[in-house]
């Protein structure tokens, strides 16, 4: 069964602290894997990773793919509260001759002012 | 440019009956999908639908089913509503495949009582 794994499920952080978001996945026919922010009830894209070992960057936010481990981390550094929000990470698969995205269950961060 | 629309937003419904929500997606968008996500389980993929036709279909029963129009606009029905069909259904929408950047609906929100 195909599962991805998030890590951790919450956290609570102060304005300004830096924070890794972790992760994992096990699929069949991986293509490629996503983040996504969801602060009240539309997720919205953040990167897309393919590559190994390359870094995606977006302002105080990045992310890398490492494709040996089977794992993503995203980077937050000095945060603010506009980043509280739940972090969705979602692997790209192909099923059946077409693609479908697995997504995580989430990581939950609060930074506090 | 319209974001993605799902109606209702809120509905209550009774063990037994049966639902229809509706999904608008961005202009010139062929690629519909369907999440449902819970606190337990997060956001599980429901169904895809692209030029009418069904592209891939998540592990759902069949009493979740859905469609699309000629205008790209979707619908999905759920039958036989249970207690554990309580969740936050999001649409999805995007250019061409199911995966990769999704524009996702602010979601409807069904209470099963």
């Known amino acids: 069964e195909d599962k991805v794994v998030q890590s951790p499920l919450s956290l609570v952080v102060h304005e300004g602290d830096t924070v890794t978001l972790n992760c994992s996945y096990e699929?069949?026919?991986?293509?490629?894997l996503l983040w996504y922010k969801q602060e009240k009830k539309a997720p919205t894209f953040l990167f897309m990773l393919t590559s190994s070992g390359i870094e995606k960057k977006s302002g105080r936010l990045s992310s890398i793919l490492d494709k040996k481990e089977l794992s993503s981390i995203l980077n937050i550094t000095a945060t603010q509260t506009g980043d509280s929000a739940i972090y969705l990470c979602?692997?790209?698969?192909?099923?059946?001759?077409?693609?479908?995205?697995?997504f995580g269950k989430g990581t939950k961060l609060t930074v506090n002012p | 440019k319209a974001g993605v629309t799902q109606t209702p937003r809120y509905l209550i419904k009774t063990r037994g009956q049966q639902v229809t929500l509706s999904c608008s997606p961005i202009?010139?968008?062929?690629?519909v999908s369907w999440y449902q996500q819970t606190p337990g389980q997060g956001l599980q993929f429901l169904f895809e639908y692209f030029s009418e036709t069904q592209r891939n279909k998540g592990n759902f029963p069949g009493r979740f089913s859905g469609r699309q129009f000629s205008n790209s606009r979707s619908e999905m029905n759920v039958s036989t509503l249970e207690l554990g069909d309580s969740a936050l259904y999001l649409c999805?929408?995007?250019?061409?495949?199911?995966?990769?950047?999704?524009?996702f609906g602010e979601g409807s929100r069904l209470t099963v009582l």
């Open positions: 999805a929408s995007s250019l061409l495949t199911g995966t990769g950047e999704l524009f």
């Open positions: 979602a692997v790209e698969i192909t099923q059946g001759g077409s693609e479908k995205l697995v």
């Open positions: 699929v069949t026919n991986f293509r490629s």
């Open positions: 202009s010139g968008h062929r690629s």
